[in-house]
């Protein structure tokens, strides 16, 4: 890690992993919420361009995806690279959770309601070596008011979205098996 530590002074293999299971679980819980938006600064393009799918494909089935009871049991950084623009590290996230269908009245359909499944999550995230640095209390760029990016990301005054693109990692591929 120590090439990372070149680019980002701060940096923190304990934060980061912290930060990682937070944007999994926000991730997951944004899927069930059909809410990717509040999510969306910690994604790539890619990412919440998959996702909007799923949850465009349970909106029109009118269908739930659920993930009851979810946690991170263990998160591991496989490897890690630095490229002439970014930073990159991957990870593998073990995590537990109920899985299963219901309708928009709250029907069951299918899944397993009683027993965590176990999934095996290979995650890669993202930042730009020439990051902007920030600080403690995050400033809206449309109009200035302090924005809590870990709670949603998009400012309560003007609606900006607070892109983390040039500031902090962002989530640039998963993978669940």
């Not at 293999?13 to 910690?42: M, P």
């Not at 537990?96 to 219901?102: A, E, H, K, S």
Request: one cysteine or more.
């Amino acid at each position: 890690m120590n090439e990372i530590l070149k680019y980002d002074k701060e940096f923190s293999e304990s934060k980061f992993k912290t930060y990682a299971d937070n944007v999994f679980i926000q991730l997951h819980l944004a899927v069930v919420t059909k809410e990717l938006e509040n999510i969306r600064h910690f994604l790539s393009d890619e990412v919440y361009n998959k996702y909007q799918k799923i949850v465009d494909e349970l909106t029109k089935k009118h269908l739930i995806q659920m993930y009851d009871e979810i946690n991170v049991a263990q998160t591991e950084i496989l490897n890690y690279t630095v490229t002439d623009k970014d930073m990159i590290i991957k990870i593998y996230i073990l995590s537990r959770y109920l899985d299963y269908l219901m309708d928009e009245d709250g029907n069951y359909i299918s899944g397993d309601t009683d027993i965590r499944s176990e999934k095996s999550n290979y995650l890669t995230f993202t930042k730009k070596i020439n990051f902007q640095t920030t600080g403690s209390v995050k400033k809206c760029p449309g109009c200035g008011a302090s924005i809590d990016v870990n709670a949603n990301g998009k400012c309560a005054y003007c609606g900006t979205i607070y892109n983390l693109d040039d500031k902090d990692w962002v989530l640039t591929s998963i993978e669940t098996k």
